[in-house]
């Protein structure tokens, strides 16, 4: 079977860094920055001008002067919400500052007295927006932007690219730094289950990851943070429940199924979801729980066209493992709709249509499945079960009755014997060109991307004396169209020894493979 592989909790992090937004506009925020008449012009001429501005002395003169404004008493206590709100803001574009630093004094930032007051920037920025949101959720619109503009996006990918260095205590400084800032992003969560799996700590592995999965809720700006997350909380927690005692074995077992039916169900199309699929069977196997082999099946069943062709390959799998051989059977010839080529949904119809006695069904599906995977015995043996099948069912026509005597007390003539069956000498034929067979080719992983693929396999020599083999590979996209053309060689295998191989391709849309007969 193809093998389920892991997504890098690690490598989803740090693949694609933030990039830095502009805050956006207020919006729904009642807080009035039009009064006093002190704040009119700062407001809307001189902080606009700053954010057009490039980071540097100019702007730093921009801000110095604005805060001058903030820091006048009489300004703050006609309107402290709206001086807290500008003041927030303001703090935020200083650290944006180059070589800003942490801290700033008062009369760094020409911010009213005391003047050698050290203030911590983003400490107090979160703060001052604190208040303004506790007073006014709508608020939550005007201050979201600027919590999570460049000084937060700095913070978090810092702790996204020291983490792929390793270097642990860092991103764990730079995530909590990042949360100062924001604490409604779901990245510093994912930092710290890295970090937590670097120090082998499963349970806050599954902690972190249960609150960044909290914080994706309902926000479309992270649907593919949700699905990284689910899929790691379901893999992660499948591991984990086997180093628990029960109840908490069990408990952790049903939490993994309940995210990966989330990812499923939220996601047909998702990268993760075949391997979502294939965990849930996973825990179902663990549980012995027939209901969620039957809930891997039915929701693929229920939405077939929304499926690709190794998520429905996974559901075939759940059905099959859980004694729904017509099922199963059903999924595997979706699957081939899906995917023409795919070798596992041939080999597995054709073993299935075996236990249900259906040889001439077996028939085709054995020649296509040769076609792709002709040097591999088990293949050619298909043939000989589906004669076998055929020949069990074979009934010799009924015989004419011997014609009467000529004349009275002549001997009856005997009946005919009964034609042999036409299927015997095939069964046998298919029997012995399996067993005959020089060699035995056997795929043992087959791993696809978006943009690249892996096979590996082994050459069984069966012959008494060695030899080197030589095997044309062609890997195939979903139509069925030659993506690529590879060689696998296995030099000096010994005789009755095994030789391994292993083919590397960097071309896109790779979704099966085939080869030519070994000679």
């Known amino acids: 079977m193809t093998p389920i592989t892991r997504f890098s909790l690690l490598a989803a992090l740090v693949a694609a860094p933030l990039a830095a937004q502009e805050p956006a506009a207020a919006a729904a925020c009642p807080v009035d920055l039009s009064s006093p008449k002190e704040l009119i012009t700062p407001y809307n001429i001189s902080r606009l001008r700053a954010l057009q501005l490039a980071p540097g002395d100019e702007r730093g003169k921009i801000i110095r002067d604005i805060m001058k404004v903030l820091g006048n008493p009489k300004v703050s206590s006609k309107n402290q919400q709206g001086v807290d709100l500008f003041a927030g803001q303001m703090l935020i574009l200083w650290l944006a500052q180059p070589n800003a630093g942490e801290t700033a004094t008062r009369g760094q930032l020409n911010w009213g007295e005391p003047k050698e007051q050290v203030i911590d920037l983003a400490r107090t920025a979160d703060s001052l927006f604190v208040t303004i949101e506790s007073a006014h959720p709508a608020c939550l619109s005007e201050t979201k932007p600027w919590r999570m503009s460049k000084p937060w996006q700095d913070r978090i990918n810092a702790a996204f690219r020291t983490m792929a260095a390793n270097q642990v205590d860092s991103a764990e400084f730079y995530a909590r730094q990042s949360q100062v800032l924001d604490r409604t992003s779901p ?120 499926y690709n062709d190794m998520s429905v390959l996974q559901a075939a799998i759940c059905a099959n493992r859980n004694g729904k051989t017509a099922d199963a059977v059903k999924m595997f010839e979706a699957t081939l709709t899906k995917n023409a080529n795919s070798r596992d949904a041939l080999y597995n119809a054709s073993a299935l249509m075996y236990e249900l006695r259906k040889g001439n069904e077996m028939l085709p599906l054995v020649h296509r499945l040769i076609t792709i995977d002709p040097s591999n015995p088990d293949n050619t043996s298909l043939y000989a079960y589906a004669y076998n099948v055929l020949n069990e069912q074979w009934k010799p026509p009924t015989p004419v009755p011997a014609p009467a005597p000529a004349r009275p007390g002549a001997r009856q003539a005997a009946p005919p014997p009964p034609p042999p069956s036409p299927y015997v000498d095939s069964v046998a034929k298919y029997m012995k060109a399996a067993d005959d067979m020089p060699h035995r080719l056997s795929i043992v992983e087959f791993v696809r991307y978006s943009d690249r693929a892996v096979v590996k396999g082994e050459i069984e020599n069966r012959l008494k004396a060695a030899r080197t083999f030589e095997v044309t590979f062609e890997l195939l996209d979903l139509a069925g169209a030659v993506v690529d053309t590879q060689v696998a060689k296995v030099e000096n295998v010994a005789a009755g020894a095994t030789g391994t191989f292993e083919i590397k391709s960097d071309k896109a849309k790779i979704a099966a493979w085939r080869y030519a007969p070994i000679k």
């Open 187 to 306: 990245y510093a969560h994912r930092v710290f289950a890295a970090i937590a799996q670097q120090r082998g700590s499963s349970a806050d592995m599954m902690m972190h990851l249960e609150k960044a999965l909290k914080l994706t809720e309902g926000d479309t700006t992270y649907l593919e943070d949700r699905r990284a997350v689910q899929f790691q909380i379901g893999q992660t927690g499948l591991e984990y429940a086997e180093l628990q005692p029960e109840p908490k074995r069990t408990e952790t077992l049903r939490r993994s199924a309940e995210v990966l039916i989330e990812l499923v169900t939220e996601a047909p199309g998702a990268d993760a979801t075949p391997y979502a699929l294939s965990g849930i069977g996973m825990a179902a196997t663990s549980l012995k729980d027939s209901s969620l082999f039957a809930k891997c099946f039915d929701m693929v069943d229920k939405a077939v066209d929304k």
